[in-house]
Structure formats: C-alpha cells, structure tokens
C-alpha cells in the first residue's frame, strides 16, 4: 500500500523535474529575441565588418552621413561678386555652405552678411577604386528609392562605378532626405557623405549628383568654357548667376583630358534659371548645340569615368 502510494507522487516529482529542466534549457535563449531590435534603428557599432556573410545586417544597417558635415575650411568673407581665382562663392542653407545650387562644401555656424560668402576651394579627392559603398536611408520613402536604385543600376550596366551596398566600410556615400533640392560634397569626402535629396529629385538628378560625389563639377563652370558657350547674364535671373561663375583650377582635375561636352549631365540647359520662360541663358559658340542628355550620361560622361577609374 505504501509503495502504491508513493508512485504518484513519484510521477509528478518525475514531471516536475523535466518542466524545470526544458525551461532552464530554454531560458538562455529568450533574451535574444528580445534583444535583436535594439540592432534595427542604426547603431553603427552593431556593424559588422565588411564581407560580413549575413545580408540582415546589412538590411539593418541603417546610417545617416557624418554629422555634423565637416566644418567649412578657411571661410573668407568677402563681397558678393568678388572673383578671387581660389576661392568658391558660396550660400548657407540649413547651416550647410552649397556652392552653385548644390555643391555642399561643408556646416558653417558664422553668420554672413546675405547668407553668403566665399571659401578657399580645397582640392578634389577621388574614389580609389569604382566600387564604392552606398547606403539610403529609410527616411527617403520608397518611390524616391526606386530612383536611387535605377541610377546605380544605370552606372553599373553603362560605366565603371559600381555602387554596392554599405557593410560597415570606412568611406560610403549615404542618400538621405534633405529641403535643399539636390545636393552632393564635389569628391570624397572620407567617412559617410550625403547626397541629400528633396521629394522632387528624380533619377537624373540623382545621377549628376552621384557625378558631383565621384569629383566632376559643372560644365558650364570649366575654365574653357568661354571657348565654346557664351553666358547670357542679363538672362539669368540674379538670385542664380552665381551658379555660372568659373571654378579654380584645382576642381578640373575630373575634366583632364576631356573635351568641353555640351550634351554633359553636368552641363545645365539653356531655360535654367532664366528671368523669362524660353529666354536662354546659353548660347553655344560651336556647331554642337548645348543640349544635355535628358536620360542617363553622355557618351563623354561614360568616357571620363572610364579615364577616372583607368578602365579605358
Ligand atoms: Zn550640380
């Protein structure tokens, strides 16, 4: 009768014993469930380095571009107009210095007579090697997105420049939201670089701006341009006749080489910022019309990234 008794007991002794042990089992794996979002918002550190083997961690890899943007080297105030051969004119928006509408040259905290100054041109850096690191931010929404990525596909498939995504590398270039239309550092940077793009920039101008980033300034802006375009300033409506002044020397290292191109993506159109529709600002002194590819780059763009990146 005893033993009968106790066989029970024994029983759930038994299986009280297997439900401690499943769950002490268990246990050390609950916390990383629970763990793993705090690796979605950003978290830089949570990157693993590249040639990481999970494609997750790149999905969760969620940058902004340094901030703040580094800080303009060597403002010289100077009036407007003045036309110093190394120095770059330019505006402050959002605290960033742009130079011609959309060359982010730096942040600047000083506070400049009509928003506007001028600083000394620091010289191009250019990617090492056409394979560079880009990362969009989820903040641009998913039409905008597709834009992105059919400019990187369109370089990937006509030039060189093959931008893969950002694992964590050293230099990348970042697409994030900016209000300053479209705008991109001349060059590399170093580190995480913004292209800053508004709702209305489209796969065009997403492609001249990743043409800023990899060091081609605009055509209109060469030092020879006044060979083969000539400026109609009373055209141009004043608020934008900066954005034709000549650039220094040390910004042409992109064009070495290279012939003037009127059909460029980096060259404007001749209805850009005039003061009447159908008034040109442009007038071509050659044969070649001033006509930009409308979609994609021209041949000549497609030359010079090969010359860039010595694929030619
Ligand atoms: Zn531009």
């Not at 509408?101 to 090697?129: I, N």
């Not at 070495?256 to 404007?268: A, K, L, N, P, V």
Request: aromatic share 8%; charged share 25%; hydrophobic share 40%.
């Amino acid at each position: 009768m005893k033993s009968a008794r106790a066989f029970p007991l024994l029983l759930i002794l038994f299986v009280i014993a297997i439900l401690v042990a499943i769950l002490v089992a268990v246990r050390p794996f609950t916390p990383m469930t629970e763990v793993s979002p705090v690796f979605s918002p950003s978290g830089l550190d949570a990157v693993k380095p590249a040639g990481s083997p999970s494609p997750v961690d790149s999905k969760r890899v969620q940058p902004r571009a340094d901030r703040p943007a580094p800080a303009l080297r060597n403002p010289v105030i100077a009036p407007a107009g003045s036309r110093d051969e190394g120095v770059v004119e330019f505006k402050v928006v959002n605290g960033l210095a742009i130079a011609q509408g959309d060359l982010l040259l730096g942040s600047t905290d000083e506070v400049l007579p009509g928003g506007k100054g001028h600083s000394e041109a620091a010289p191009v850096r250019f990617w090492e090697t056409p394979e560079i690191p880009y990362s969009i931010h989820p903040e641009i929404p998913e039409p905008q997105r597709q834009k992105i990525e059919k400019a990187i596909a369109y370089l990937k498939q006509k030039t060189p420049v093959h931008l893969i995504p950002y694992e964590g590398q050293r230099d990348a270039i970042i697409f994030e939201a900016g209000n300053e239309h479209c705008i991109s550092v001349l060059g590399k940077a170093g580190g995480l670089q913004p292209i800053r793009l508004d709702r209305d920039c489209g796969t065009q101008e997403v492609l001249h701006e990743i043409m800023h980033s990899l060091g081609f300034p605009h055509e209109q802006s060469r030092r020879d341009r006044d060979q083969y375009v000539e400026i109609l300033w009373p055209n141009i409506e004043e608020r934008y006749r900066d954005q034709y002044s000549v650039l220094p020397e040390i910004w042409m290292e992109a064009f070495r080489g290279s012939r003037f191109d009127t059909h460029s993506i980096m060259m404007y159109r001749t209805d850009t910022f005039s003061t009447h529709p159908g008034l040109a600002t442009m007038k071509s002194l050659t044969a070649d019309p001033i006509q930009p590819v409308a979609d994609g780059l021209s041949a000549e763009d497609i030359l010079r990234l090969g010359r860039l990146f010595k694929t030619n």
